[in-house]
């Protein structure tokens, strides 16, 4: 994050697992325990989250109301040496702690995005394993789940794509999962692990929307390709129209 932020707090630990260190918001919780980051702590309370990604998230209660907790885990080939264990590359390369730090920089620009609470870093030897501790956002699905509906909010989507891709926002991921819409039709980005702020250009953009195009088509269940094409074309349109206006 640029610039001096005094609610934001870092607290080194040293546990059965290894050393490590917790960044936190200290306007939203109190000092946290490594072990608020293993779901094992919050015993049958944890609910795993089932919907979307590759696992390693569960809904807990803080005893402040609900959170999500989410592991880093890795994707593709290399999972299968490698779970969760990551090349140590220095503590600004952490990926919880960048991910809790650009989360705070979009919540800065008023974009709608879950307030994160702490971030962690287990270390042994030249590894290190993360997690991170959010908001949960109640009462939402994903685009993935709307997408087959007639009231699919396909221009809501095209809007909010482009509010964030107005501020800079290169999501590295953008998929149908990591849309959520409520009922009223007001919509939310997650999931930016190694996302990043940059200047707005025209490649990153697209590459970002033909990345979701490719999830919806992946996921597009007994619709065919023309269908979801076409249910596209409108997102696409509304983003583009948002993008010309400014916002």
């Known amino acids: ?3 001096f932020d005094a609610n934001e ?7 059965g697992r290894g050393y490590g260190a917790i960044l936190f918001d200290r306007t939203q919780v109190r000092q946290p325990e490594p072990a608020w980051f293993d779901p094992a702590h919050w015993g049958p309370s944890a609910q795993a989250v089932v919907e979307g990604g590759r696992g390693g998230a569960w809904f807990i209660d803080l005893g402040q109301g609900d959170a999500l907790l989410r592991q880093y885990l890795r994707g593709g080939l ?5 779970h969760d264990r990551h090349l140590w590359r220095g503590i600004n390369r952490v990926r919880s702690f960048a991910e809790f730090r650009l989360l705070r920089q979009l919540r800065a620009r008023q974009l709608p995005v879950p307030l994160p609470y702490a971030a962690m870093y287990w270390r042994e030897g030249v590894h290190y394993r993360a997690a991170i501790l959010m908001q949960r956002l109640h009462d939402v699905r994903p685009l993935a789940a709307l997408a087959a509906a007639e009231d699919a909010p396909w221009e809501e989507a095209g809007r909010l794509v482009a509010r964030f891709h107005r501020a800079g926002l290169d ?8 849309l959520l819409f409520d009922a009223q039709g007001r919509g939310w980005m997650i999931d930016f692990d190694q996302s990043r702020l940059r200047i707005p250009a025209t490649g990153w953009r697209e ?10 088509r992946k996921l597009r269940g ?3 390709v023309e269908q979801v094409d076409a249910a596209f074309a409108r997102l696409q349109a509304a983003y583009a129209q948002a993008w010309n206006k400014g916002y």
């Open 1 to 3: 994050m640029t610039g």
């Open 171 to 178: 999501h590295a991921d953008l998929n149908a999962h990591n």
């Open 78 to 82: 290399i999972a299968r040496f490698s």
């Open 222 to 224: 007994e619709r065919s």
């Open 9 to 15: 707090h870092l607290t080194p630990f040293r546990d």
């Open 207 to 216: 590459a970002n929307l033909q990345r979701l195009l490719r999830s919806l």
